[in-house]
């Protein structure tokens, strides 16, 4: 049985008292708080509402616009195609004795190079024979001439009794004419025969390079045979196609006084190679598919055979390539990237801190610009950035710019 302790209700007694205290306090220093900030808001001033809320303008990004001459540049893709190409043929039979070096796929052969030969002996023989005639004629006018001389000699021994016509027989003038013609024969028959012996010998027509060969040494040839394909490396041409609202922008012709044109092959070159042209030609036909119009553009030393083009990436015919042709020049305009020509061909200006948007009358459009006659000026500060709104007279503040 436990008993009772006094000291332990002693303790109790002083703990209780303990907190009653110590509420009272914190019940005094709740109620003095309380006053005091009672006091502080009845003496502060009362703001004043603004009649409108300010505005928070936006951060844009500007440009200024720039006016004056360009000349905008108009993409296409093109193929290269040989700008002389010819199938060989040879003129004559006979077998094949000797090939150039140079009469490979691939190889190079200067403007009246010898390519093949073909055996020559029958052709020098038909020669000596058809020169054997000629000179057989020859001698069968002179004999003809001599009786002529004599046949004059009776004729005035007559004394001219005879009519017109019995004249020119008695003087044996048909017998001439027939003589003089059988000459002229055999010089014709001696050319041929010369002619047939030149093209034993097959030569190239122009500086070429050899696309393929069809025959080898001991190959029987005759007219009608293709020997080779032979392509001038002079120049190529790239043809390509355009939309026909385009061709107004462009200027052709059959000199160096065409559009410039740059040509380039994103896969195949490296980024810093190009390769330059002139705008040579409008074909007289529409591209089949795409109804659209068939321009050629002529590169020179395609090969880059030259000093002059030394470094140049070779243009390989039937590749796909890039063509950039610069147009003619467009007066008065302003010059804008074509991402910042708004929905509904509009731009966005800032102005005075405040956004314009304008309509815009465009000239002309190439892959990157757009060419403004009306809706800009030179100068003025063109939005590039977007806007989450966009709104006739919204704020603007250029990003970066101090706030004022």
């Not at 001459?69 to 108009?74: A, C, E, K, M, N």
């Not at 016509?165 to 010369?194: F, I, K, M, W, Y």
Request: aromatic residues 4%.
């Amino acid at each position: 049985m436990l008993g009772y302790d006094p000291k332990q209700k002693d303790i109790a007694d002083r703990l209780v008292k303990s907190w009653q205290k110590t509420l009272a306090i914190c019940i005094v220093l709740l109620l003095g708080g309380g006053a005091l900030l009672m006091l502080i808001f009845s003496t502060e001033p009362v703001p004043q509402r603004e009649s409108t809320v300010r505005e928070t303008a936006m951060l844009v990004e500007v440009e200024t616009t720039r006016g004056g001459t360009f000349r905008p540049v108009i993409h296409a893709t093109g193929v290269v195609k040989p700008a002389r190409e010819i199938l060989l043929r040879p003129r004559i039979d006979g077998e094949v004795v000797n090939l150039s070096e140079n009469f490979v796929p691939g190889g190079f052969v200067d403007r009246g190079g010898l390519l093949l030969q073909v055996d020559d002996t029958d052709y020098r023989i038909a020669l000596d024979q058809r020169n054997s005639e000629l000179q057989q004629a020859i001698a069968e006018l002179e004999i003809e001439h001599g009786r002529q001389d004599i046949a004059e000699r009776d004729y005035r021994q007559l004394g001219k009794t005879l009519n017109e016509d019995n004249r020119a027989l008695v003087l044996r003038e048909p017998q001439l004419r027939s003589a003089e013609a059988g000459v002229q024969s055999a010089r014709t028959d001696v050319r041929r025969a010369q002619l047939d012996l030149e093209r034993t010998r097959i030569t190239a027509p122009f500086d070429a390079q050899v696309l393929s060969r069809h025959v080898n040494i001991g190959s029987q040839v005759s007219p009608g045979d293709t020997l080779a394909r032979l392509v001038g490396v002079d120049s190529y041409w790239v043809e390509t196609t355009l939309p026909l609202d385009r061709l107004q922008w462009l200027s052709f012709s059959n000199g160096d006084e065409g559009s410039k044109a740059t040509i380039r092959h994103r896969t195949a070159w490296p980024a810093d190679q190009s390769r330059d042209g002139r705008l040579y030609q409008l074909v007289g036909e529409l591209e089949g598919d795409t109804r659209m119009a068939r321009v050629l553009v002529t590169v020179n030393d395609p090969l880059a055979r030259q000093s002059s083009s030394s470094g140049r990436m070779p243009l390989v015919i039937g590749t796909f390539v890039e063509c950039l042709i610069e147009g003619n020049p467009i007066e008065d305009v302003v010059k804008i990237r074509r991402e910042h020509v708004r929905k509904g061909e509009t731009a966005w200006v800032m102005r005075d801190g405040l956004l314009q948007i304008r309509p815009l009358d465009i000239v002309f459009q190439d892959a990157e610009h757009a060419y403004i006659g009306n809706g800009l000026e030179a100068g003025e500060q063109l939005v590039t950035s977007s806007l989450a709104t966009v709104k006739e007279g919204v704020q603007l503040r250029v990003r970066g710019a101090p706030e004022g």
